[in-house]
Antibody, heavy 125, light 107 residues
C-alpha cells in the first residue's frame, strides 16, 4: 500500500527555521517525483515545487523559489520542505504528494495520485 | 504561469442531482488537466487525470471532458459524500497550477 506520512504539526516564531518531512512507503521512492502543496487557512491549493529523489532534480514555482528549499534523502525514502526564516504568512497546511505519470500514445499525463495527511505550520510571535 | 479559473466558485445542489464545474486555462494545455476533491480537514484526492481518465476506485458518476483551454467535471446523481470542494490542476507546464476551487454544498 502506497503511503506518504508527514511529520507533525509545528508552532514556530517568526525568523525561526523549520524542516518538515514526508516519508514514502509501499513503492519505489526513487522512481516518482514528490511534490509540495500549500494551503493557507480557508484558501485553495498552491503548487510549490517537486523533487525527483532518484537524482534530486528539483523544480520550484517562481512564487516559492528562494523562499523554501525542497530536498530528499533517498536512503530513508523521505522528502523535506525547509524554511530558513519563517514569516507569519507561512502559516498554512502543507501537503506532500506523489507525482505519477500515466502514458497514453507515448504522452505522459502527470498528477498527484497519493497525498500525505498534511503538516500544519503555525508561525506566530 | 498558466492561470486556471474555475466556475462557479460555489454551488448548491440536491442529492441525486447533476453538477457541472468548469475550468478554463489561460492558454492551451491540451489534455493535461486533473481534477481533485477535498473534504474539510482532509488531504485532496485525485479524481480524474488526463482530462477524462478516472483514477482507480473513483465512481463512474464522475466524468471529465475537454481539451485545449476549456474543461468540465460532471457529477451525475450527486451523493451525500460528494459535497466537498473540487479543484482542477494543469500539468502542461511548471508550475502545475491549481484552480481556485469550487465548493459544492447541499441545497
Amino acid at each position: 500500500e502506497v503511503q506518504l506520512v508527514q511529520s507533525g504539526a509545528e508552532v514556530k516564531k517568526p525568523g525561526e527555521s523549520l524542516k518538515i518531512s514526508c516519508k514514502g512507503s509501499g513503492y519505489s521512492f526513487i522512481d516518482y517525483w514528490i511534490g509540495w502543496v500549500r494551503q493557507m487557512p480557508g484558501k485553495g491549493l498552491e503548487w510549490m515545487g517537486i523533487i525527483y529523489p532518484g537524482d534530486s532534480d528539483t523544480r520550484y514555482s517562481p512564487s516559492f523559489q528562494g523562499q523554501v528549499t525542497i530536498s530528499a534523502d533517498k536512503s530513508i525514502s523521505t522528502a523535506y520542505l525547509e524554511w530558513s526564516s519563517l514569516k507569519a504568512s507561512d502559516t498554512a497546511m502543507y501537503y506532500c504528494a506523489r507525482r505519477t505519470a500515466r502514458f497514453y500514445d507515448s504522452i505522459g499525463y502527470y498528477s498527484f495520485d497519493y497525498w500525505g495527511q498534511g503538516t500544519l505550520v503555525t508561525v506566530s510571535s | 504561469d498558466i492561470q486556471m479559473t474555475q466556475s462557479p466558485s460555489s454551488l448548491s445542489a440536491s442529492v441525486g442531482g447533476r453538477v457541472i464545474i468548469t475550468c478554463r486555462a489561460s492558454q492551451s494545455i491540451s489534455g493535461y488537466l486533473n481534477w481533485y476533491v477535498q473534504k474539510p480537514g482532509k488531504a485532496p484526492k485525485l479524481l480524474i487525470y488526463g482530462a477524462s481518465s478516472l483514477h482507480s476506485g473513483v465512481p463512474s458518476r464522475f466524468r471529465g471532458s475537454g481539451s485545449g483551454t476549456d474543461f468540465t467535471l460532471t457529477i451525475s446523481s450527486l451523493q451525500p459524500q460528494d459535497f466537498a470542494t473540487y479543484y482542477c490542476q494543469q500539468s502542461n507546464s511548471f508550475p502545475e497550477t491549481f484552480g481556485q476551487g469550487t465548493k459544492v454544498e447541499i441545497k
